[in-house]
């Protein structure tokens, strides 16, 4: 599957964005896609996750509660809301993907990538 990320850009303290994340390829609902990102110097960390269904979704601590992962599998499409944006959320934000159940929150377990999308968040 082919994944391409978009969405990304400037924003205030305090002020939202939607990521999209748009698959291709062998697209279909029985994918989990998540949602990492990578600031400078730091390692790509785990955001959000979406069960194939999208009943079920899963959130890193830093933002539960502020940002909501969502899909539309008739578009082969996920997206990220963010509210309430902090500059700590400023980094590349990738989507994933990844075919099997199992752990979620590590970059090895996913096996289709996007090219990345970058927030930067300004104080």
């Known amino acids: 599957v082919q994944l391409q990320a978009s969405g990304g850009g400037l924003m205030q303290a305090g002020g939202s964005l939607r990521l999209s994340c748009a698959a291709s390829?062998?697209?279909?609902?029985?994918?989990?896609m998540g949602w990492f990102r990578q600031a400078p110097g730091k390692e790509r960390e785990f955001v959000a996750l979406s069960r194939p269904s999208g009943t079920n979704t899963y959130y890193s601590d830093s933002v539960k509660g502020r940002f909501t992962i969502s899909r539309d599998n008739a578009k082969n499409t996920v997206y990220l809301q963010m509210n309430s944006l902090k500059p700590e959320d400023t980094a590349v934000y990738y989507c994933?993907?990844?075919?099997?159940?199992?752990?979620?929150?590590?970059?090895?377990?996913?096996?289709?990538w996007g090219q990345g999308t970058q927030v930067t968040v300004s104080s």
């Open positions: 390829g062998r697209t279909g609902s029985r994918y989990y």
């Open positions: 994933a993907s990844k075919s099997y159940e199992g752990g979620f929150e590590r970059p090895r377990e996913y096996g289709s």
